[in-house]
């Protein structure tokens, strides 16, 4: 299998998958449009090892054109790990925002907090 048409067979396999993880951990659309092009990013920076394991197929437990189950972990390992460093990334800058404004939090339009009756004196 050639190096394009592995790469199409990878993305027709994954791609809901990886968008699955993204938007199962919370992530908004664009988010997880982001974190599944990561992933892919990361797949084609490790290209050659990608390649490698995939044409080390094991045909007792593969068809000769699938990619080999190493492959299939490492891309859904990739996407776990893309989806945990877009959260951990989030809520850093959730934390360095929270006072950019002179130590003032607003609050989002019609929002109000559970005991906002009014202030008390």
Request: charged share 25%.
């Amino acid at each position: 299998m050639s190096g394009d048409e592995l790469w199409d067979v990878l993305v027709d396999e994954h791609m809901d998958s990886i968008w699955g993880i993204a938007t199962t951990a919370g992530l908004e659309r664009t988010e997880a449009a982001v974190v599944s092009q990561l992933t892919w990013l990361r797949m084609a920076e490790r290209w050659p090892t990608v390649r490698a394991l995939a044409n080390a197929k094991d045909p007792a437990r593969h068809p000769v054109e699938q990619p080999t189950t190493q492959v299939d972990e490492w891309i859904l390992h990739t996407a776990r790990s893309e989806v945990d460093a877009w959260v951990r990334d989030e809520q850093r800058r959730g934390r360095e925002s929270l006072f950019a404004d002179g130590g003032v939090v607003r609050l989002a339009p019609g929002f109000a907090p559970a005991d906002s009756a009014g202030p008390t004196r």
